[in-house]
């Protein structure tokens, strides 16, 4: 496994696997990783003869108040645990290659509709920062195969969507929430939770499957279900920001015949921001 820093250089090395007509997947990262970013490099490695994963701190999805700074990098530390799983680059760009001319004088990669609710609403600019930096990496790699996770549902639809609708030729791989075995699902803003709230943090997830269980046993008021789901998470110690009932695929506000739901949360605990979510097939 190499690590690459330098856009010149990794484009180089991805060309030379190009000549040989080896597929390239991507699987882009903030670091800090966990054993949920490792199956996503194994899920890559299945789909390409060849990984780059990237590791890089977005400043441009940070809102002021958000935690930018303090971030947990830890490039060593995921580098290490990258190098069994067959990773054959880490790519590490620094923030004044990526944004040469600064976070506020960038080019921006905004998709509409589905970026103005849930996470979009409560992190306003958010997702025009993810889809910018996606972008750019998309173009810096070409990749075939981009891999991301479900823990980030509406971020996945998101990247989706662009893809879609600017005819990128790649094709985004979804991969379930890897968990803990209480079910918490893996992140990196785990770290910032105490012994006390880390114990009660399984309860969002045992939340979404009680809701879920109660759509599939027939209820189909889903402002009632998204109400006792909100009281449950205050119950245990949360400070829910959101908490809905979606359409899958679009996060539509769903009619009561909808067949594919997304149910999905984000609530903070102490200093972290936990998101989670769960489907339903009705
Ligand atoms: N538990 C998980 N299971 C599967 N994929 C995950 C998991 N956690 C994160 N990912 C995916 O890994 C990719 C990189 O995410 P990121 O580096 O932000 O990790 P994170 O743990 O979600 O961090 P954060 O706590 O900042 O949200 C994204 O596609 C994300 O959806
Ligand atoms: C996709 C991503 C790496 C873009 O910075 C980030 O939003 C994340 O880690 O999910
Ligand atoms: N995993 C999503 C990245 C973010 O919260 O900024």
Avoid at 41 to 47: D, G, N, S, T, Y
Avoid at 108 to 132: A, N
Avoid at 227 to 232: R, V
Wanted: aromatic share 6%; with cysteine; hydrophobic share 45%.
């Amino acid at each position: 496994m190499n690590r690459v820093h330098g856009i010149a250089e990794l484009r180089e090395r991805v060309a030379a696997w190009r000549r040989d007509g080896q597929r390239v997947a991507l699987v882009p990262t903030m670091g800090n990783l966990h054993a949920g970013h490792v199956a996503l490099v194994v899920r890559a490695r299945e789909l390409a003869d060849r990984v780059v994963a990237s590791v890089f701190v977005n400043p441009l999805q940070f809102g002021p108040n958000e935690d930018f700074g303090s971030y947990p990098r830890t490039l060593d530390a995921d580098a290490q645990r990258l190098q069994p799983v067959g990773l054959d680059i880490l790519f590490a760009p620094a923030v004044s290659d990526m944004y040469p001319r600064g976070v506020a004088g960038t080019t921006v990669v905004k998709v509409s509709g589905l970026t103005e609710t849930l996470c979009g609403l409560s992190r306003p600019g958010h997702f025009d920062g993810v889809t910018t930096v996606v972008s750019k990496l998309f173009h810096i790699v070409q990749p075939d195969v981009g891999v991301f996770g479900e823990k980030d549902w509406q971020q996945l639809q998101v990247i989706r969507r662009m893809v879609a609708d600017l005819d990128m030729p790649i094709h985004v791989e979804g991969l379930p929430t890897v968990r803990e075995d209480d079910g918490l699902a893996m992140s990196s803003r785990n770290g910032y939770l105490s012994a006390a709230e880390r114990a009660l943090a399984p309860a969002l997830y045992a939340a979404l499957g009680a809701a879920a269980e109660r759509i599939r046993e027939g209820e189909r008021d889903y402002p009632l279900v998204e109400t006792a789901l909100a009281e449950t998470l205050e119950t245990a110690g949360f400070r829910p920001d959101y908490v809905q009932v979606r359409r899958a695929q679009d996060l539509a506000t769903p009619t009561a015949d909808e067949r594919e739901l997304r149910i999905l949360a984000a609530a903070w605990l102490g200093r972290a921001r936990l998101i989670d979510n769960v489907g339903v097939s009705v």
